[in-house]
């Protein structure tokens, strides 16, 4: 049975941990509340850009252009997004769950994120390239990555490319998701949805009539290498918006619990406190019995 001194010691410890788990959880919540920000305000944007190239794709019958090619047999490239530090539940658990599902001998793996990256190299998956990115991603880092990813379908080394994320959908709710990136077959919705509307819902092509100046390929062969980069950024965006979400709620979680675990051994303590005095006076009471 542990001594009084042993669950005092016990007591400050856990709540030296209650104290950092709660600085943590208001660190998370307010980058968690600035990240869902920048996540929600990209959506209408990237919503619009999709129905405009949607219309313009098929208003464009004999538009071609080498990242839309069909796919042929060969290896594929996996983008897997992930998170630079851990402390944020199952999240890159739940993720990379998803990823050892792939072949592993038929892919060729792109990492975002030091989590990621560790991932594929400690299960001895072929790691082509390792990326990082910020608590506030920028758009020159997904460019950079949208960039490595065409090269390598452009230069006829994989014959697509896959991204792994965690899609964000409340500060509760978040998941695993494959969503095709390369090559270009139909333009769908990048934005994930919220809470009551469908994901990657095929937007719908209007019948009006668009004049291009010079004409409809150059006007669509600019425009598509900068859809693909800002599909790449807003999924970074909807990454590190889940990142935070998930890291508040472990936090939250563990403080609770530590705060729950301080009841319990300030109550055991007090029992045991109790036991004590309650035996010492039997044993005075004992005596003056034995010497009356």
């Known amino acids: 049975m542990p ?8 007591i400050k410890s856990v709540k030296n941990t209650s104290q950092i788990t709660k600085a943590m959880q208001m660190v998370a919540a307010s980058k968690m509340r600035r990240a ?3 996540a929600l305000a990209g959506r209408p944007y990237a919503e619009l850009m999709n129905e405009v190239l949607a219309e313009v794709t098929a208003g464009a019958s004999d538009f071609s252009h080498p990242l839309m ?4 047999t060969g290896k594929r490239a996996l983008i897997v997004v992930s998170t630079d530090k851990g402390l944020c539940g199952a999240l890159n658990s739940n993720l990379f769950r998803e990823a050892t599902k792939v072949d592993k001998d038929n892919t060729v793996f792109i990492s975002a994120g030091r989590k990621a990256a560790q991932f594929l190299s400690r299960t001895k ?8 990115y910020n608590d506030s991603p ?5 460019r950079a990555i949208s960039k490595m990813a065409q090269e390598l379908f452009l230069k006829g080394e994989v014959a697509g490319v896959d991204i792994l994320f965690t899609n964000f959908v409340s500060t509760l709710n ?4 494959i969503r095709s990136f390369l090559p270009v077959t139909e333009i769908k919705g990048i934005a994930a949805g919220v809470e009551g509307e469908g994901n990657d819902q095929e937007l719908k092509s209007a019948s009006r009539d668009f004049l291009f100046e010079p004409d409809a390929g150059s ?10 980069n800002y599909q790449m950024y807003q999924i970074l965006l909807e990454s590190k918006a889940s990142e935070h ?3 508040m709620v472990a936090m939250k979680n563990a403080t609770d619990n530590a705060n729950q675990l301080i009841k319990d051994l300030t109550l055991e303590y007090n029992k045991l406190r109790q036991a004590m005095i309650t035996n010492e006076l039997l044993e005075i009471t004992s005596a003056a019995m034995a010497v009356g």
């Open 3 to 10: 001594s009084t001194r042993d669950i005092r010691r016990r």
């Open 138 to 142: 920028e758009f020159a880092e997904a």
């Open 174 to 177: 978040q998941y695993p998701e």
């Open 245 to 247: 979400s998930a890291r």
């Open 125 to 132: 998956r072929d790691l082509a390239a390792e990326f990082s």
């Open 36 to 38: 869902q920000q920048q």
């Open 69 to 72: 090619a069909p796919a042929e």
């Open 219 to 228: 006007v669509l062969a600019e425009l598509l290498p900068h859809y693909l």
